[in-house]
């Protein structure tokens, strides 16, 4: 059954310095979001990509986010100087045509120090 | 942004037990999802509600989409000790893409 998959498991950075988690959506999916959850938290919504554009994002998703989808598998999210109340998990997930469902990564977890 | 309320926060059963929860929100949603979600895992779809008074089954779960359209109710039956996790509703409003979650339900199943 396909499935989205997301690299690394686990990333654990110091501070201000830059990460980029990576995702590879389920292969003919059209729509990919990210999310985080803080440690014992709901998931929260970051951001939707769809034809190579955002197309909505929340008010977490500052200027320090940013998405891309840099070839026709890989859909990245990068952070450009991490703060400590970054540490969570974040999640990729991916929707069909449809966008009736999403489904989830595995996540990453987000260690900033 | 949307506030979606689930209840009860928690919940300790016995296995064989059946359980209910429930997801509110505040404004009216055309889509609900129920998740489950292990420890350090991604949340996993259970089951996808679309149309107002749905209800649908997914083996011992079963899940209804409120008249109202401002609520969801998830039901397991007959709880086994795999159904611990957290349950999280998520519900789409009708504009734009984004799926709100829920609070979510913690449950423990005692053997």
């Known amino acids: 059954e396909p499935e989205v998959t997301q690299t690394p498991s686990h990333q654990v950075t110091q501070m201000g310095q830059e990460v980029i988690l990576r995702c590879v959506p389920i292969s003919n999916h059209l729509y990919f979001y990210w999310y985080r ?3 014992g938290q709901k998931v929260e919504f970051l951001v939707s990509f769809y034809n190579n554009e955002i197309s909505e994002k929340s008010e977490i998703f500052d200027d320090q986010f940013s998405v891309e989808r ?3 598998s890989n859909f990245t999210l990068k952070i450009r100087s991490t703060k400590l109340e970054d540490s969570a998990m974040y999640f990729c997930a991916s929707a069909g045509a449809a966008q009736e469902t999403q489904y989830f990564g595995p996540g990453t977890r987000l260690l900033v120090l | 942004g949307q506030q979606l309320n689930q209840s009860p926060q ?3 059963i016995q296995e064989g037990e059946d359980v209910s929860m429930n997801c509110t929100s505040s404004s009216i949603f055309n889509t609900w999802l129920w998740y489950k979600q292990d420890p ?3 949340p996993v779809l259970l089951i996808a509600l679309y149309k ?4 649908t ?3 011992r779960l079963t899940a209804q989409f409120g008249i109202t359209r401002k609520d969801s109710f998830l039901n397991i039956s007959a709880s086994i000790p795999s159904d611990v ?3 999280f509703c998520a519900g789409r409003p009708n504009t734009g893409n984004q799926f709100y979650f829920g609070t979510g ?3 423990t199943v005692i053997p």
């Open chain 1, 37 to 39: 959850q803080i440690l």
């Open chain 1, 70 to 72: 840099p070839d026709g």
């Open chain 2, 10 to 12: 928690s919940m300790f």
């Open chain 2, 40 to 42: 350090g895992e991604g």
């Open chain 2, 52 to 55: 107002a008074g749905e209800l």
């Open chain 2, 57 to 59: 089954s997914n083996g």
């Open chain 2, 85 to 87: 996790g957290i349950y």
């Open chain 2, 105 to 107: 339900t913690s449950l």
